[in-house]
């Protein structure tokens, strides 16, 4: 579907949900097709393409509301989109903080981001990505088996249309390959690792001989891992672990938790919750970038902004609701589907790198622990309490020794935030990114 007839399809949505009866009504059309395909074992395990597409409806009615979506866009499934959707908000109860924007608050114009590869890949092109990605992987000496390899790529389409002026739609895409394989026996231990990379274009993406490699030697550096003893140690989190850092600092400044008063971070606008020099952005706007957007889901205008500004929290993430209900103003943060309302969600999310080196950042401390992997989700969103499943490298003499597993880390984010350190090795692999982060005072749970 082209974007005219998108714009024209949910604009007839609007116009039927109003003349039905709604007050107030908007329209989300979603479309995506993807590709994938999996290398196993030096053969071709899969390939997989689909496709699918959703309209959604929501209407208003004083201050209720309702949701309708359907994948069916014939004009008998739209009209009944229509009547189910105004005789639901007729029934349910009354929501004060529900509407749409205000007309000024709606973007006029969408920045270009150039988050959209015009190039589709054929299916032998990602084949050979991921058989190049595995080979590597599997030449590695001590790897013993393979979960396989991967790549895909996938493209998609929005269209948004309001009853109060915004029509809009953007596209956008991804490419991805990644490479996960085994190492040891069963007599000695086994150990598993892996390795990808993503990225808007295809032509962005790391080698596949560079990811399979480095799934390789990930996981024959994890043999012969032992547990660690129990002490309160500096730890150092990889940047594959420590964007987690930031994704729990973004769910505490949610403004729903906020609004709701069940977040740790509730009294903390304007206060000090990082070390002294920290900076997180927030930047719907940065080009290619994974999770860039040219508004919000609400049509909103969205911008760059300094979360956490020398160490102080500057804003919550708000959409129209939450900020209504805080009595503040939403800061373009709204993110939806087509069955549901919006909520607040970060974007491009990163904390800025520090100075010093992951090297010289180890090089002080006499013992400590290198985290390369979690598990499990033992963090306490209202009292921010972390225990966390961990494996990665000891440290000793300033030097990472020997493999560790099967041991906890924890402490308090309130915390940990505040006496964090970060190192100058930001890449952007995951949409919320982070460097190597140093927390000293950690309690480490092991034999």
């Avoid at 007839?12 to 109003?18: G, M, P, R, S």
């Avoid at 906890?408 to 982060?437: C, E, Q, W």
């Amino acid at each position: 579907m082209s974007a005219d007839d998108a714009l024209t399809l949910l604009s007839d949505l609007i116009a039927k949900a109003k003349a039905a009866g709604a007050d107030a009504a908007d329209a989300l059309l979603f479309d995506q097709s993807s590709l994938s395909v999996a290398f196993r074992l030096g053969r071709p395990e899969k390939v997989e393409r689909s496709e699918a597409g959703d309209v959604g409806l929501r209407v208003l009615i004083g201050h209720h509301q309702a949701f309708v979506s359907s994948s069916d866009r014939s004009g008998a499934a739209l009209a009944d989109l229509v009547d189910r959707a105004v005789a639901m908000a007729r029934t349910v109860p009354e929501d004060p903080f529900c509407g749409l924007a205000d007309p000024d608050q709606l973007a006029r114009a969408l920045p270009v981001l150039d988050i959209c590869d015009p190039v589709e890949p054929a299916a032998d092109l990602l084949v050979e990505r991921a058989r190049r990605a595995e080979d590597a992987a599997r030449a590695v000496s001590g790897v013993t088996n393979s979960e396989g390899a991967e790549a895909g790529w996938g493209r998609y389409f929005v269209a948004l249309v309001t009853s109060n002026g915004f029509a809009h739609s953007y596209d956008g895409s991804s490419s991805h390959i990644s490479a996960s394989v085994l190492a040891g026996d069963a007599g000695t231990g086994m150990e598993r690792d892996y390795d990808f990379t993503s990225a808007v274009y295809g032509a962005d993406l790391r080698l596949p001989e560079e990811v399979g490699r480095e799934a390789g030697l990930r996981a024959v550096r994890r043999l012969g891992a032992r547990k660690a003893r129990t002490a309160r140690l500096p730890i150092l989190f990889d940047p594959r672990v420590s964007h987690t850092l930031l994704g729990h600092f973004a769910g505490a400044i949610n403004g729903s938790s906020i609004a709701r008063g069940t977040s740790f971070l509730k009294d903390s606008l304007g206060r000090q919750v990082f070390a002294d020099g920290i900076t997180v952005i927030d930047d719907p706007h940065r080009a290619r970038g994974l999770r860039s957007k040219p508004c919000d889901g609400e049509g909103v205008a969205n911008r760059r902004r300094a979360l956490v500004d020398k160490g102080a929290l500057t804003s919550w993430l708000l959409d129209l609701r939450s900020a209504r209900q805080l009595g503040l103003q939403t800061t373009g943060h709204a993110s939806r589907g087509v069955g549901g309302p919006p909520s607040p969600s970060v974007t491009n999310l990163w904390m800025e790198p520090g100075a010093i080196t992951p090297a010289e950042m180890i090089s002080d401390i006499p013992e400590g622990l290198y985290v390369t992997e979690l598990f499990g989700m033992g963090v306490n969103g209202v009292t921010g309490d972390y225990s966390r499943g961990a494996a990665g490298f000891w440290i000793e003499g300033g030097e990472l020794t020997h493999p560790v597993n099967e041991i906890t880390v924890a402490g308090n984010l309130k915390d940990m935030f505040r006496h964090l350190t970060p190192a100058n090795d930001l890449v952007f692999r995951y949409g919320t990114d982070a460097p190597t982060i140093r927390v000293d005072g950690m309690t480490i749970a092991g034999a």
